[in-house]
């Protein structure tokens, strides 16, 4: 497995751009395959993630063509046009793509397996399962509710249901937004906390009936074909988020990171740095095919500790590990609580970043849903950072470097390549001293 090797110090300069955002990625390919017509994408991100993504839809028959690296084209088939797959569905790494295709493969006429790697396969899928069940699915499991899964046709179809999930969860809302678009009757997700709204968003774009209410979601049957829409994809806030943490860190930074993702649902790390007392500035902010996007510049500037509101929770889930590094170098103290799901991403993200800052010297009191840390001035790592595979953790604590004291090591780093090839290249030409080994 490859290694992180980062030095100490350092300062983040320029103007940089993101790959594309991954959740945008993955289901531009699900609907444009379900969509009649050609479906255009521009600024899809060649991650590993949304790569399986795609290949999963060729296998289920569907025709998609790459003109560029970050450009697709999807033939798309229509909601009853998929085919049956001749092997296991290969979903990697990707949680995004196994619980959203449970959803929408339940609904089909023909039997599938969907199968990931070591990883995906420890990770939970009962609060996904559960759900489609009560609307009739046929999905069987291992005994401990993970993969692989094995979708069978629905005996009597699926049927709408009214429905609230134990957690706030985009993807479970997603799953089941997409099995309803096949089931009698009107399908309802009652929200316990706003997620990101991608998936009703991009549905009502492809001419699905969607309508929410508050934290209420409902989505009707399709009896119209849905109909091919162009897709831009913006810079991915999730992979923005490192660099706005490390020119927030960083004495003498002053890096523009462009073309970024501003959905008000992923911005939470932002209002969270800007309450931490962080120099960030949106420039031309602005509307790209219905995604609202801008230019953030980042100069350094001393942060201070926060408490971060539960409510921003759902906003901010996927950059925890970042803000954790932010934490640990602002003045006084940091809380996090209500983010128990940060336990069953790739990794125990909360367990994986109190170990890692742990070996940093930082003071720091891990709970069953987050953890309280005293920030301190530099990290003096005395031990190689285990990432536990997790691309997010690797990434988090690259740019801890930018104000370690020590060189750093962190393992098993080839899960980057998910959501963010060439990071580390990226990284190092906008001031990070980083190689891979």
Known sequence: MAVFEVMPGGRLAGRIEVPGDKSVSHRSVMLGALAEGLTTVEGFLPGADTLHTAAIFEQLGVR??????TGLRVHGVGLHG????TAALQCGNAGTAMRLLCGLLAAQRFACTLVGDESLSRRPMRRVLDPLRLMGADIRATPAGTAPLDLHPAPQGLRGIDYTPPVASAQVKSALLFAGLYAEGSTTVREPEATRD???????????????EGKVVTVQPQRRPLQAAPVVVPGDFSSAAFFLVGAAIAPGSDLIVANVGLHPRRTGLLACLLDMGADIEVLDHRWVAGNEVGDLRVRYRPLHGIEVPVERVPDMIDEFPAFLVAAALAEGRSTVRGAAELRVKESDRLAAMAAGLRLAGVALEEQPDGIELQGQSALCFTGEIESHTDHRIAMAFAMAGLRAATPLRIAEVDNVATSFPGFDALAAGAGLGIRRS
């Open 64 to 69: 998609i063509e790459r003109p560029s690296a």
């Open 82 to 85: 998929l085919r049956a797959p």
């Open 198 to 212: 991608y998936t009703e968003q991009m549905l009502r774009g492809f001419g699905a009936e969607v309508l929410t």
